[in-house]
Structure formats: C-alpha cells, structure tokens
C-alpha cells in the first residue's frame, strides 16, 4: 500500500518536472503547507495551462518563486520525490559544450535572476520584508505547536473524564515541554533569520527560561522564568545578530572564534536580563489583557472586522504581524482567542464558493474547481477557492468577507457574553481547528460556539453572495458551459478556473520556508 501511494508521489513529480522547464530549470525547490515553491532559471518556459490541468494541481501563484498548489499533505509527499527526480536529471544531463553559440547557464541563471527580481520588487516594501522575517521565525515552529496542542486536548479531556490518570502526567509533559522552551527556538530561528550565529540566537534566548533568573531583580522588581516569552527571544537574539556582526568586523581573525561569541553572549545577556525582560513582559502582558478586554467589550464589532478583514490582509501579507501575537497568547493563557474569530472568514469563503456553485448552473469549468476546491475548503485550506474562484470573480471575493464578518461577530458575541473560544496552536482552520480548541468555559461549548460561527459564516457567505456576488453582465459572460463548444464570446475565456496570479507569498497562511534546498 504504502510503494503505491510513494509511486502515485513520484506519478505526480515526474507530471509537474517537464513542465517546469525541466531540470536544469530548477535552481531551488521547497514546500509550505499547501504549495511547492519553486525556484527558476527561465520563466518562458513553463507550461501554465498544461500544470493547470494536472488532476492533482490546484492552482498556480506567482511571486519570487513559482508556485504550484498541492494541498496539504500532498505537498509534503511530492517534494521529495520532485527533488529526487530534479538531483537525477540533473546528474544525467550532459555537460555544456563551452563552443556552442547556445546561452549558457550563467545566462539563464542570470535571466532567472532577473525575473525574480522583478517579481520581488513589487512586494519588497521595507515593512513587508519585515513581516516576512517574522513569519520565517514561526512558520517553522507550527508544526511542533499543533501536535504539542492536540495533545494537551487529548490530556485535558482524558483528566476531565478521569481516564488512565498513570498516562496524563505522561501527556501532561509531552504536551507543555515544547511550550516551556518555546524562546529559545525563537531566539535560534531570529539569528539564523537575520543572518547571525543560530545556536548563539538560542543561548542567548535561553536565559528567558533559566529558573535561575528569578533570583536577579531588574527596574526594582524580581524577574520571573519565561517574563517577556517569545518577544523578548525575538529582541534578544536580534540584539546578539548586531552585536556579532559589529564584533565580526572589529576583533581580529585570530581572535574571532574566542572573543565574537564571548562578547555577543555577554553584551546581549546583560541587557535582556536588565532590560529586554521587563519590557517584553510589559508588553506581553498589555496584549494579552488587551485582547482580552477588546472581545469582553466590543466582541461583536471587533469579531466582525477581524473576521471581515482577514482575507484582503492574507492578500497584502499583514496578517503576518499577527503571528507574534498568536504565539504570546498560546505561552501567556495556553490559547490564542484571536485564531477561531479570523478562521471564519474561511467559513464565509465557503458559502460563497457554494452560492457561486448554484447561480453558475451551465460553467462546468468554475463548478468543478468548485467541487474539488470544497473538503479542502471545509478543512480550512481556502487558497483553491480564493484563488480558483472567488478572487478572479471579484464580487463573490467581497461578499465571502461579509460571511467571515458574521462568523466572527457571532463568536465575538459569546465573547462580550463571558465565553471565550480560543485555539492552542496556530495554523489550522475550519473543521481542522476542532481538536485545538480550549476556552473558559468547558470544550462541549467551545465547540459549540465555533460550530455555530462556522454555520453563520456558511448562510450569510452564502446569501451575500448568491443575492449580490453577480451584477447580470458577470452573469451572461460567466453562467455558459464552457465545455459544450460555443463561441470564443460564450465561453468567457473558459472562466477563471485555477488561474495564474500574482501574489503576496504571505498570501499562503505565512508559510514561507527561508532557507530553499539548493538543486
């Protein structure tokens, strides 16, 4: 079963590789959650039309790298094997004739080169680069939350229930043992990020944590292990990159590997132990007791502009200022009341991609993206709607943004009523989030109220979109089958199904690895 599913991979590896150009065309390759990201020499030669219409492709983007959407756990599965197949080719290629008139592969290299940079160039505004630094810091470390967070579920169902009690203690640590050292792997991934020492990154991040720091007393109050959590990691290890960089040019090479990291360590520990620790917890704190009392107070409209709003800051890359604020509410109170609320605007992508299904009766095109796009959907993974569908319609686009609004006025509402809902890892959405919620108030009505702002999300996206997602021009140029042969005019140019755009990488849930396998 399993040589099956590996060779079925490796069917859909060797499908997408000669229509990327080959090869020799593939200068890096990664993945994320849902998209293999790849790095080209020549644009011009990849075949959009043909990668679209691979059953296992769902979309493409555009941006510093080429993008093919697989979907979770496709994507994890076909990367190796796509590697594999790149590393073989391009061992078996022949070596380059130095007197052939042809472009050589510096040529292409550079032209590739050229390409990305003009692709960069449209995102690489100063505060975007920045937000994407941050995101390259966690992205990384979700895969550890979620599995951390579904086993403290796991754990606080079985004590609640009184099942195996020898076992809980077990999970009890599993689950939290992560979480206890959470700074120092944000202190390794920041150095690494902004380009120093990772390991001195997290030896400094590690002082956070030491229990030994609650004997030193700074701005005339003891510290306490883990004040300032994951910013002031963050603050920290980027303090270290400085000052090793500074040291770096400064000490004497034969000195170097002695005196840059003593120094680094040295300058940067005393300043976040006297100073780092108590303004990060200051300002750790102020977010947590902020979100808090901005659903206790105003849940229905704060609901409604997160969850209206979080799709147009998909698009823009913004929602990855929200990561570090995600990740401080987890350490702080064990759960982020922020995530469930933003998940609903998933739920009004949902009812709107069904109310696009209905009114678009004859495009077989857009209703079989439809079709394929929607377990994705309801699991959370929105990008084939967004992307397939809504986005290139435009209006349904807007009108999924008034189910996501409705959604999160709901849980905004039991919010202000005294029931938080709130989710122990971030990443997951949609139904997918279901085994990492935890609130105040038991899991049976935490449940319940994200299950009853998932099927606001789906009605109103649903009605907002069926009643105003069309005006009747898109209706005469969309609502056509494409696939019956009518006229070029008829056939709307074949719809929007699974279109090439251009895009924010943010735009994938901040899943942007920084470091791409070189091939």
């Not at 079989?368 to 209006?395: D, H, M, Q, W």
Request: with cysteine; proline share 6%.
């Amino acid at each position: 079963m399993a040589d099956n599913a590996e060779n079925k991979n490796r069917a859909v590896a060797a499908a997408i590789l000669p229509l990327v150009g080959g090869a020799a065309n593939v200068t890096s390759v990664v993945h994320c959650m849902t998209r293999l990201r790849l790095g080209l020499a020549d644009r011009s030669l990849v075949q959009d039309e043909a990668l679209k219409a691979l059953p296992d492709v769902m979309g493409v983007v555009e941006d510093d790298t080429y993008q093919i959407v697989l979907g979770p756990g496709k994507v994890a599965r076909v990367t190796p094997e796509f590697e594999t197949l790149v590393e073989e080719g391009k061992a078996a290629a022949p070596a380059p004739d130095p007197a052939s008139p042809g472009a050589s592969a510096d040529d292409l290299a550079a032209q590739g080169a050229a390409i990305r940079a003009q692709q960069k160039a449209k995102n690489a505004t100063p505060f975007k680069l920045f937000l994407r630094k941050i995101a390259n810091i966690f992205v990384p470390l979700i895969p550890a939350l979620i599995g951390c967070g579904i086993i403290a579920g796991l754990n606080g169902l079985m004590v609640n229930l009184g099942w195996l009690p020898s076992v809980t203690p077990a999970l009890a640590a599993i689950a939290s043992g992560f979480m206890a050292l959470i700074a120092v792997f944000v202190g390794y991934n920041t150095a690494k990020e902004f380009g120093g020492t990772p390991i001195i990154g997290g030896a400094v991040a590690a002082i956070i944590v030491y229990p030994g720091i609650a004997d030193i007393s700074a701005f005339g109050q003891d510290l306490s292990p883990g004040q300032g959590g994951v910013l002031g990691a963050l603050g920290a290890a980027v303090l270290a990159v400085y000052i090793e960089k500074w040291c770096r040019k400064w000490v004497p090479e034969s000195l170097d590997v002695l005196v840059t990291p003593t120094l680094t360590i040295l300058i940067s520990g005393l300043v976040t132990i006297f100073g780092l620790m108590f303004v990060a917890g200051e300002v750790s704190t102020a977010i947590g007791t902020g979100a808090n009392w901005l659903l206790e107070n105003t849940g229905i409209f704060a609901g409604a502009v997160l969850g209206g709003l979080f799709l147009p800051l998909v698009m823009l890359g913004l929602h990855q200022a929200l990561i570090p604020i995600h990740t401080t509410l987890i350490e702080q109170q064990g759960y982020t009341v922020l995530l469930p609320i933003l998940a609903m605007a998933g739920a009004g992508q949902v009812g709107a991609a069904i109310a696009v299904f209905k009114k678009l009766k004859h495009n077989k095109s857009i209703r079989n993206t439809i079709k394929s796009a929607l377990p994705a959907g309801f699991l959370g993974v929105g990008e084939p709607l967004i992307y397939g569908v809504s986005l290139p319609l435009g209006r349904p686009f807007i009108t999924a943004c008034v189910g996501g609004a409705a959604g999160g006025a709901f849980i905004g509402l039991f919010s202000m009523l005294g029931t938080q809902v709130g989710s122990t890892a971030i990443g997951p959405s949609g139904w997918a989030l279901f085994p990492l919620l935890d609130g105040n108030k038991g899991l049976g009505l935490t449940c319940a109220v994200y299950l009853g702002g998932l099927l606001v999300g789906y009605i109103v996206g649903f009605l907002a979109t069926y009643y105003f997602g069309f005006t009747d021009e898109m209706m005469v140029e969309f609502n056509q089958d494409v696939d019956a042969g009518e006229s070029p005019e008829a056939r709307a140019e074949e719809g929007p199904s699974a279109p090439v755009l251009e895009s924010d990488s943010a735009a994938d849930d901040s899943c942007e690895p920084k470091e791409p396998a070189k091939v």
